[in-house]
Protein backbone atom coordinates (compact mmCIF):
# COMPACT_ATOMS: atom_id res chain seq x y z
CA UNK A 1 0.00 0.00 0.00
CA UNK A 2 2.89 2.49 1.14
CA UNK A 3 4.61 1.62 -1.95
CA UNK A 4 1.88 1.98 -4.35
CA UNK A 5 1.35 5.62 -2.88
CA UNK A 6 4.63 6.38 -3.20
CA UNK A 7 4.67 5.01 -6.46
CA UNK A 8 1.82 7.16 -7.76
CA UNK A 9 2.93 10.44 -5.86
CA UNK A 10 6.46 10.02 -7.67
CA UNK A 11 4.65 9.75 -10.85
CA UNK A 12 2.75 12.68 -9.58
CA UNK A 13 5.79 15.01 -9.28
CA UNK A 14 7.38 14.17 -12.17
CA UNK A 15 4.82 15.11 -14.07
CA UNK A 16 4.07 18.27 -12.60
CA UNK A 17 8.10 19.22 -13.14
CA UNK A 18 7.35 18.25 -16.41
CA UNK A 19 5.06 20.35 -16.94
CA UNK A 20 6.77 23.57 -15.08
CA UNK A 21 9.56 22.93 -17.60
CA UNK A 22 7.49 22.97 -20.92
CA UNK A 23 7.83 26.39 -21.80
CA UNK A 24 10.63 27.16 -19.91
CA UNK A 25 13.61 28.38 -21.68
CA UNK A 26 15.95 25.70 -21.57
CA UNK A 27 19.65 26.13 -21.23
CA UNK A 28 21.58 25.02 -24.41
CA UNK A 29 24.62 24.32 -22.78
CA UNK A 30 25.02 23.49 -18.57
CA UNK A 31 28.15 22.85 -16.56
CA UNK A 32 28.32 21.53 -13.22
CA UNK A 33 30.92 21.81 -10.74
CA UNK A 34 29.63 18.81 -8.67
CA UNK A 35 30.93 19.25 -4.93
CA UNK A 36 30.37 18.07 -1.79
CA UNK A 37 30.75 14.37 -1.75
CA UNK A 38 33.15 14.13 1.29
CA UNK A 39 30.50 15.89 3.27
CA UNK A 40 27.80 13.61 1.82
CA UNK A 41 29.58 10.68 3.22
CA UNK A 42 30.83 12.66 6.32
CA UNK A 43 26.97 13.41 7.15
CA UNK A 44 26.27 9.42 7.19
CA UNK A 45 29.57 8.98 9.35
CA UNK A 46 31.20 7.03 5.57
CA UNK A 47 34.20 6.97 4.11
CA UNK A 48 34.82 9.86 1.56
CA UNK A 49 35.01 7.16 -1.29
CA UNK A 50 31.29 6.47 -0.30
CA UNK A 51 30.27 9.56 -1.55
CA UNK A 52 32.42 9.55 -4.95
CA UNK A 53 30.53 6.71 -5.72
CA UNK A 54 27.06 7.81 -5.33
CA UNK A 55 27.92 10.78 -7.12
CA UNK A 56 28.28 8.36 -10.13
CA UNK A 57 24.90 7.50 -9.82
CA UNK A 58 24.13 11.47 -9.97
CA UNK A 59 26.02 11.98 -13.19
CA UNK A 60 24.15 9.38 -14.87
CA UNK A 61 20.89 10.52 -13.41
CA UNK A 62 21.26 14.01 -14.63
CA UNK A 63 22.48 12.68 -18.11
CA UNK A 64 19.26 11.28 -18.59
CA UNK A 65 17.68 14.04 -17.50
CA UNK A 66 19.89 16.38 -19.81
CA UNK A 67 18.61 14.33 -22.69
CA UNK A 68 14.84 14.26 -21.86
CA UNK A 69 14.49 18.10 -21.15
CA UNK A 70 16.24 19.15 -24.16
CA UNK A 71 19.91 20.08 -23.51
CA UNK A 72 22.27 19.96 -25.49
CA UNK A 73 25.22 20.36 -23.90
CA UNK A 74 26.18 18.93 -20.54
CA UNK A 75 29.84 19.74 -18.89
CA UNK A 76 30.75 18.10 -15.98
CA UNK A 77 34.21 19.32 -13.59
CA UNK A 78 35.46 15.78 -12.36
CA UNK A 79 38.84 15.87 -11.30
CA UNK A 80 40.92 19.35 -11.02
CA UNK A 81 44.24 20.23 -11.43
CA UNK A 82 44.25 21.28 -8.08
CA UNK A 83 42.89 17.73 -6.82
CA UNK A 84 46.12 16.31 -6.77
CA UNK A 85 46.87 17.35 -4.19
CA UNK A 86 44.21 15.12 -1.85
CA UNK A 87 45.42 12.13 -0.28
CA UNK A 88 46.45 9.72 -2.96
CA UNK A 89 44.59 7.11 -2.17
CA UNK A 90 41.79 9.51 -2.87
CA UNK A 91 42.81 10.08 -5.85
CA UNK A 92 43.61 6.72 -7.05
CA UNK A 93 40.06 5.64 -6.06
CA UNK A 94 38.78 8.64 -8.34
CA UNK A 95 40.79 7.51 -11.28
CA UNK A 96 39.87 3.76 -11.11
CA UNK A 97 35.83 4.90 -10.35
CA UNK A 98 35.96 6.81 -13.64
CA UNK A 99 37.88 3.63 -15.25
CA UNK A 100 34.84 1.71 -13.91
CA UNK A 101 32.36 4.14 -14.83
CA UNK A 102 33.07 4.37 -18.39
CA UNK A 103 33.38 0.55 -18.83
CA UNK A 104 29.92 0.40 -17.53
CA UNK A 105 28.11 3.01 -18.72
CA UNK A 106 29.46 3.33 -22.40
CA UNK A 107 27.16 1.01 -24.19
CA UNK A 108 24.19 2.43 -22.78
CA UNK A 109 25.73 6.16 -23.78
CA UNK A 110 26.61 4.65 -27.52
CA UNK A 111 22.97 3.34 -27.54
CA UNK A 112 21.17 6.76 -26.68
CA UNK A 113 23.34 8.92 -28.98
CA UNK A 114 25.29 10.76 -26.07
CA UNK A 115 29.02 12.31 -27.38
CA UNK A 116 31.16 11.60 -24.62
CA UNK A 117 34.28 13.85 -24.38
CA UNK A 118 37.23 14.10 -21.81
CA UNK A 119 39.08 17.10 -21.82
CA UNK A 120 41.93 18.61 -19.60
CA UNK A 121 45.88 18.03 -19.74
CA UNK A 122 44.92 14.02 -20.28
CA UNK A 123 48.20 13.65 -21.90
CA UNK A 124 49.11 13.98 -17.68
CA UNK A 125 46.96 10.42 -17.13
CA UNK A 126 47.82 6.99 -16.76
CA UNK A 127 48.87 5.44 -20.16
CA UNK A 128 45.76 2.54 -19.46
CA UNK A 129 42.97 5.43 -18.88
CA UNK A 130 44.16 7.40 -21.58
CA UNK A 131 43.91 4.79 -24.15
CA UNK A 132 40.14 4.27 -22.70
CA UNK A 133 39.33 7.82 -22.87
CA UNK A 134 40.67 7.58 -26.46
CA UNK A 135 38.87 4.57 -27.38
CA UNK A 136 35.38 6.16 -25.28
CA UNK A 137 35.78 9.14 -27.33
CA UNK A 138 36.49 7.20 -30.75
CA UNK A 139 33.03 5.02 -30.04
CA UNK A 140 30.73 7.89 -29.81
CA UNK A 141 31.89 10.27 -32.17
CA UNK A 142 29.59 10.51 -34.57
CA UNK A 143 26.78 10.49 -32.16
CA UNK A 144 24.22 13.46 -32.20
CA UNK A 145 22.65 13.36 -29.31
CA UNK A 146 23.68 14.96 -25.92
CA UNK A 147 27.22 16.38 -25.90
CA UNK A 148 28.93 15.08 -22.60
CA UNK A 149 31.81 16.32 -21.66
CA UNK A 150 33.67 15.52 -18.72
CA UNK A 151 36.40 17.86 -17.41
CA UNK A 152 39.43 15.69 -16.07
CA UNK A 153 42.77 17.27 -14.78
CA UNK A 154 41.34 20.40 -15.58
CA UNK A 155 42.09 23.77 -14.51
CA UNK A 156 40.94 26.83 -16.39
CA UNK A 157 44.18 28.77 -16.21
CA UNK A 158 46.12 26.19 -18.00
CA UNK A 159 43.52 25.31 -20.48
CA UNK A 160 43.97 29.51 -21.38
CA UNK A 161 48.12 28.67 -20.99
CA UNK A 162 47.62 25.79 -23.20
CA UNK A 163 45.96 27.87 -26.04
CA UNK A 164 48.36 30.67 -25.96
CA UNK A 165 51.47 28.69 -26.21
CA UNK A 166 49.51 27.02 -28.99
CA UNK A 167 48.67 30.38 -30.76
CA UNK A 168 52.33 31.59 -30.43
CA UNK A 169 53.41 28.42 -31.71
CA UNK A 170 52.23 28.79 -35.27
CA UNK A 171 53.95 30.58 -37.44
CA UNK A 172 53.81 34.35 -38.17
CA UNK A 173 51.51 34.47 -34.96
CA UNK A 174 51.83 38.52 -33.83
CA UNK A 175 48.19 39.50 -32.30
CA UNK A 176 45.62 37.16 -30.50
CA UNK A 177 41.87 38.01 -30.83
CA UNK A 178 39.51 36.61 -28.52
CA UNK A 179 37.96 34.05 -31.07
CA UNK A 180 41.29 33.17 -31.37
CA UNK A 181 41.50 32.18 -27.58
CA UNK A 182 38.02 30.44 -27.61
CA UNK A 183 39.05 28.51 -30.87
CA UNK A 184 42.10 26.90 -29.22
CA UNK A 185 40.71 26.22 -25.69
CA UNK A 186 39.84 22.20 -25.28
CA UNK A 187 36.04 23.03 -25.64
CA UNK A 188 35.96 24.79 -28.88
CA UNK A 189 33.78 22.54 -30.26
CA UNK A 190 31.49 23.78 -27.51
CA UNK A 191 29.32 26.94 -27.32
CA UNK A 192 30.03 28.84 -24.05
CA UNK A 193 27.62 27.39 -20.96
CA UNK A 194 24.39 28.83 -20.48
CA UNK A 195 24.24 28.17 -17.17
CA UNK A 196 26.30 26.94 -14.24
CA UNK A 197 25.56 25.10 -11.36
CA UNK A 198 27.60 24.34 -8.33
CA UNK A 199 26.29 22.06 -5.91
CA UNK A 200 27.31 22.10 -1.95
CA UNK A 201 27.17 25.98 -1.22
CA UNK A 202 30.68 26.74 -2.05
CA UNK A 203 30.33 30.36 -3.55
CA UNK A 204 33.36 30.09 -5.90
CA UNK A 205 34.41 28.95 -9.39
CA UNK A 206 37.74 27.33 -8.16
CA UNK A 207 39.45 27.23 -12.02
CA UNK A 208 36.78 25.94 -13.50
CA UNK A 209 36.03 27.36 -17.28
CA UNK A 210 37.58 30.80 -16.55
CA UNK A 211 37.29 32.00 -19.98
CA UNK A 212 33.87 30.35 -20.94
CA UNK A 213 31.69 31.28 -18.18
CA UNK A 214 32.07 35.74 -18.60
CA UNK A 215 28.01 35.04 -19.42
CA UNK A 216 26.78 32.05 -17.74
CA UNK A 217 24.55 32.42 -15.21
CA UNK A 218 25.31 31.28 -12.16
CA UNK A 219 23.10 28.72 -9.75
CA UNK A 220 24.60 27.48 -5.87
CA UNK A 221 22.27 25.42 -4.13
CA UNK A 222 23.24 23.67 -0.63
CA UNK A 223 22.18 19.86 -1.90
CA UNK A 224 25.79 17.92 -2.18
CA UNK A 225 26.21 16.43 -5.38
CA UNK A 226 25.43 12.65 -4.18
CA UNK A 227 21.70 14.56 -3.71
CA UNK A 228 21.65 16.39 -6.82
CA UNK A 229 19.32 14.26 -9.73
CA UNK A 230 16.56 14.75 -12.38
CA UNK A 231 14.42 16.79 -9.63
CA UNK A 232 17.47 19.04 -8.81
CA UNK A 233 18.48 19.43 -12.28
CA UNK A 234 14.94 20.58 -13.25
CA UNK A 235 15.10 22.90 -10.43
CA UNK A 236 17.99 24.71 -11.42
CA UNK A 237 16.78 25.33 -15.26
CA UNK A 238 13.54 26.37 -13.54
CA UNK A 239 15.97 29.27 -12.29
CA UNK A 240 17.50 29.61 -15.38
CA UNK A 241 13.92 30.11 -16.55
CA UNK A 242 13.49 33.23 -14.52
CA UNK A 243 16.92 34.76 -15.50
CA UNK A 244 16.92 37.95 -17.51
CA UNK A 245 20.22 38.03 -19.35
CA UNK A 246 21.58 41.79 -20.30
CA UNK A 247 25.12 41.25 -21.90
CA UNK A 248 25.68 44.50 -20.85
CA UNK A 249 22.96 45.71 -22.41
CA UNK A 250 19.68 48.26 -20.31
CA UNK A 251 16.61 46.06 -19.30
CA UNK A 252 14.39 48.16 -21.82
CA UNK A 253 17.01 47.11 -24.46
CA UNK A 254 16.84 43.13 -24.01
CA UNK A 255 12.89 43.07 -23.06
C1 LIG B 1 33.58 16.75 -5.24
O1 LIG B 1 33.33 16.45 -3.91
C2 LIG B 1 34.37 15.68 -5.94
C3 LIG B 1 35.71 16.10 -6.37
C4 LIG B 1 36.25 17.27 -6.17
C5 LIG B 1 36.50 15.12 -7.09
P1 LIG B 1 34.41 16.72 -2.77
O2 LIG B 1 35.23 15.49 -2.60
O3 LIG B 1 35.16 17.97 -3.05
O4 LIG B 1 33.45 16.92 -1.52
P2 LIG B 1 33.65 17.93 -0.29
O5 LIG B 1 33.83 19.30 -0.86
O6 LIG B 1 34.86 17.47 0.45
O7 LIG B 1 32.39 17.79 0.49
C1 LIG C 1 36.05 21.60 -7.47
O1 LIG C 1 35.76 21.09 -6.21
C2 LIG C 1 36.61 20.51 -8.34
C3 LIG C 1 35.65 19.49 -8.75
C4 LIG C 1 34.39 19.47 -8.49
C5 LIG C 1 36.20 18.40 -9.53
P1 LIG C 1 36.81 21.17 -5.01
O2 LIG C 1 36.16 20.54 -3.85
O3 LIG C 1 38.13 20.64 -5.44
O4 LIG C 1 36.94 22.77 -4.83
P2 LIG C 1 37.53 23.61 -3.60
O5 LIG C 1 38.86 23.02 -3.27
O6 LIG C 1 36.56 23.48 -2.48
O7 LIG C 1 37.60 25.02 -4.11
MG1 LIG D 1 34.84 19.92 -2.52
Redesign the pocket.
Known sequence: MGKAIQFFSNLFSRAKRKAVLLGNKIPAHIAI???GNGRWAQKRALPRIAGHRTGAESLKSCVKACAEFGVKYLTV????T??WRRPKEEVSFLMNLLSQTIDREIEELDKNKVRLRFLGRINELSQELQDKIDWAMKKTEKNKGLNLSVMLNYGGRAEIVDAVNEIVGRDGATKVREQDISAALYTKELPDPDLLVRTAS?M?I?N?LLWQIAYSELYVTDVLWPDFRREQLAEAIQAFGSRVRKYGKTKEQVS
Open positions: IMDYAFSENERSF
